[in-house]
């Protein structure tokens, strides 16, 4: 199904013709960055410039979700369907926070089964009257996907359920992976049918389609995407166990942000991102980011609202008077307690009724007063362990009433059928106490709900008896366990499963002083009322649009197959090293300057192996027997074992330890930078080091002549991080009077002298070179690591001399694909042995020259 306003774009790209009348549009060609118009037609080819732009249309957000915010009915007489929007979903009350010009469309499948033969014309019914667009899928692929890898393995796993056992959760099955991959494929092709990639905002809602951004991003480079998760994210420790958990880490990843409800949430996700895929974050003015290939992913951390204006609704009508003044009469005398949740196994219903048997077996005189109502919400899933907590909830409540209830009173009223959500507001407006003991929950706005109502309205209160303006009071007990209990400061907070702290918690609750319940009460009133469900939908595309705004600054490449696909968002004019643009520019040149980090460049970085090999010698020593080439290594590492594994290179410049050792030659001595003589800093950081070594499984330091290193690559990455941040402040608050800076690098913390680093080293000996009239006309240098960017940047800023007749050809390469002051890039080691042979190939082969030149510092005044 397509609609009369949007043009399937990729069927007009794979050439499929469009069976419906097209709304005439002129597609202009592509912008790609400002200013930057592509040659591309408009083909739907996927490369850089492939995003297609539109015509002027309204501002639209495109709601995903599993289900669509629609009630549905067919018509046994007519045989017609009957559709309505579902006032109580969340994604119909999100709408408040948008902007009334704002199209909002919905994509989602419904709640009921349609026929084959009536699906296009139900399709075509809900997108002309509802803004809405179905996912038919087939029954026995909902089947696999919903109650299949959702509910059978997804949702216990995030709530902390391992599958242990068969018995109470199914082993990791393959097949329901795999519908799981094709039906959120299904939702992709339907988002398709009704995006502008240019203009509109796509916000996925929760764990069922958490690897829809991937099949997002790989149609559309550039789309506005945006995903909140509305359970619980585990800690690393349950997710690893999770085995398709780094295609869905990076399928999140492919998102523009992620949203949780709560710290806690996104510090788990965050963790899984830092252990599983190496990634590291960090707060950018007050927004945490990960840094990505390239991109900026955001994270959210904002609890979900309730819609007050429903509640309020609820509130006066007349059913919920009526209702109301039923349970006052039915309960007249006592105080309720009320509870409404769901029957499942994390909703802790049996913990509760044990904490209310407790609480009636050591406190008598509530015997006769108090009274638990439990809603009970029908099971959102089936199986073994939903019916074995319906059981044990039963039993435990005949077993209350039997032991402590008598003629007229019952301590636990059960109403497990559905309840009208009139009729939970009149229990809510009259409850004493809210009580939420789940042992996870994502979120649970049941206490919100029950703070409006005892806030109550003008005609609720006269169903009450209570007069206009006076003080409303209410009181909570949550599980410290559930998404709102960061946000309710006021509330009782317990450890569901301590039952005698439970308890006694409900008989602080309900014997509290009338004053400390209205403070709480008003406290928590405060901030539901102006956090609600319109500011939570407001605040995260607020922050969509800005983590959408940097979108057309950057080129953007494709790499990775399958889930695996990923966006690299580079500059502009950052291209890979070609080796043929490269010969051409180094056949031309007279003198050239060549500089080439260790580590991860002419050896790789995952090498165990870190000697050059034989066939890194013959590249260098051809390179450096051509007199028209000045070439240097400019590592990190100590000068003894850079002199012992390139002793065989003689014309080969070594810059040791970042530049505080140099070497021209074999032949000459090693000279030492003259910024600092006196390594007396080296008494004060040792010890410091040593300290956070042996704290700190995994860490190790290197002690080099002019520096000492502390790494952590081995320790565990959150605790190894959390401890390299805390010597860097460590560090520097005991050196701040040593001529010496302390600096963070990937999985390490140095400290070596100032003004010590590869950018001045790269800068002295191309001032070097300029100062003996021997200016290079071409210059190259290759470099992996943050270290290597100061060489970058410095050459740049070196050779652009006035002095100098005219500018060198300049090649700046990092290795990898990411952001770099470099101009070029290439891909791995291999590619720069293979770019280092083609250059040693075109130098001409002439004698060495007798006057080989030689510098030193002292000649750089």
């Not at 609750?509 to 939570?536: C, F, N």
């Not at 590869?758 to 100062?771: A, D, F, P, Q």
Request: include cysteine; hydrophobic fraction near 40%.
């Amino acid at each position: 199904m397509v609609s009369r306003s949007y043009t399937n774009f990729l069927d007009a790209a794979s050439g499929d013709l469009l069976n419906f009348p097209q709304t005439p549009r002129t597609l202009p060609r592509v912008m790609t960055v400002p200013g930057i118009i592509s040659d591309g037609d408009g083909n739907g080819s996927n490369d850089e410039d492939s995003d297609i732009f539109s015509s002027k249309c309204r501002e639209k957000k495109i709601i995903v979700a599993n289900f669509l915010p629609l009630l549905a009915q067919k018509d046994l007489n007519t045989g017609r369907w009957c559709f309505s929007f579902d006032e109580d979903s969340l994604l119909l009350q999100m709408k408040d926070g948008f902007s009334s010009e704002t199209d909002v469309v919905y994509v989602g499948s419904l709640k009921v089964d349609v026929d084959t033969s009536e699906q296009e014309e139900v399709a075509e019914r809900l997108l002309a009257e509802f803004n809405c667009v179905p996912t038919f899928l087939p029954p026995d692929l909902q089947k696999k996907f919903y109650h299949g890898f959702c509910k059978q393995y997804l949702w216990p796993l995030f709530h902390y359920m391992l599958p242990m056992s068969p018995e109470h959760c199914n082993r990791f099955d393959r097949f329901l992976w795999q519908a799981y991959v094709s039906a959120n494929k299904i939702f992709a092709d339907k988002v398709m049918e009704v995006i502008n990639p240019e203009e509109d905002y796509v916000w996925i809602h929760d764990y069922h389609l958490m690897i829809l951004p991937t099949f997002l991003r790989k149609r559309f480079y550039r789309v506005k995407l945006g995903f909140f998760l509305h359970s619980p994210f585990p800690s690393s420790e349950i997710y690893r166990t999770l085995p398709v958990r780094d295609d869905i880490l990076k399928a999140l990843l492919n998102a523009d942000l992620v949203g949780f409800h709560t710290f806690d949430y996104a510090r788990h996700f965050l963790s899984c991102c830092s252990r599983m895929l190496g990634l590291d974050y960090e707060s950018k003015r007050g927004h945490i980011g990960l840094e990505y290939f390239g991109r900026t992913v955001y994270v959210k951390i904002l609890p979900v609202g309730i819609h007050m204006g429903q509640l309020e609704s609820a509130l006066n009508l007349p059913s919920t008077s009526i209702k109301v003044k039923e349970i006052q009469e039915q309960f007249k005398g006592k105080k309720i307690i009320l509870g409404v949740d769901d029957m499942d196994i994390f909703k802790g219903l049996s913990l509760k009724l044990l904490a209310m048997e407790h609480l009636l077996q050591h406190y008598e005189e509530l015997r006769g007063e108090l009274v638990l109502v439990q809603i009970v919400n029908p099971a959102r899933s089936t199986g073994k362990d939903v019916q074995e907590a319906k059981r044990e909830t039963y039993a435990i409540t005949e077993r209350i009433n039997a032991n402590f209830g008598f003629p007229g009173y019952e301590p636990v009223v059960l109403i497990d059928h559905p309840v009208p959500f009139y009729e939970k507001t009149a229990y809510y407006a009259l409850a004493e106490c809210c009580i939420v003991n789940a042992v996870r929950d994502g979120m649970n706005l049941m206490p919100y709900n029950y703070i409006v109502c005892r806030q109550g309205t003008p005609k609720i209160d006269e169903a009450l008896g209570i007069t206009s303006g006076s003080s409303r009071t209410s009181t909570l007990v949550v599980s410290e366990f559930v998404g709102c209990s960061p946000s309710l400061s006021g509330a009782i907070r317990v450890n569901p499963w301590d039952i005698d702290a439970v308890a006694d918690a409900l008989n602080i609750a309900i014997t509290m002083p009338g004053l400390e319940k209205q403070l709480r009460h008003e406290k928590h009133y405060r901030y539901v009322s102006s956090h609600d469900v319109a500011y939570w939908a407001r605040s995260f595309m607020q922050d969509l649009e800005r983590a959408c705004k940097d979108h057309y600054s950057k080129r953007c490449w494709s790499i990775g197959f399958g889930l695996s696909f990923r966006i690299v968002a580079l500059s502009p004019h950052f291209r890979k090293l070609s080796l043929d643009h490269i010969v051409k520019a180094y056949k031309r040149a007279n003198r050239r300057a060549i500089f080439l980090d260790y580590d991860g460049t002419v050896v790789p970085q995952s090498s165990i192996v870190k000697t050059p090999s034989p066939e890194v010698i013959s590249i260098l020593n051809d390179l450096c027997n051509d007199p028209k080439n000045t070439v240097f290594i400019v590592s990190g590492r100590g000068k003894n074992s850079l002199s012992d594994w390139f002793a065989q290179c003689q014309n080969l410049g070594i810059a040791a330890e970042h530049g505080y050792f140099i070497r021209w030659s074999q032949s000459s001595n090693w000279e030492s930078s003259p910024l600092l003589m006196d390594f007396d800093w080296k008494r004060i950081a040792d010890p410091v080091m040593q300290l956070y070594t042996e704290a700190t499984d995994g860490s190790y330091i290197e002690t080099k002549e002019s520096a000492l290193v502390w790494h952590h690559q081995d320790a565990d990455p959150d605790f190894g991080s959390c401890q390299a941040m805390e010597l860097l402040d460590h560090l520097e608050n005991v050196l701040a009077n040593e001529p010496v800076e302390v600096k963070r690098g990937h999985h390490i913390v140095e400290v070596k002298p100032q003004g010590v680093s590869k950018g001045r080293v790269t800068e002295k000996i191309l001032s070097t070179m300029i100062s003996n009239g021997k200016p290079p006309d071409f210059v190259m240098c290759i470099g992996d690591d943050r270290s290597d960017e100061d060489m970058f940047e410095s050459i740049s800023s070196t050779i652009y001399s006035p002095s100098l007749p005219a500018p060198p050809e300049i090649f700046a390469c990092t290795v990898g694909q990411k952001p770099s002051k470099a101009r070029y890039y290439l891909d791995d080691s291999a590619d720069v042995l293979k770019l280092l042979q083609g250059l040693a190939r075109a130098s001409s082969m002439k004698p060495k020259c007798s006057t080989q030149i030689q510098f030193s510092f002292e000649s750089v005044a």
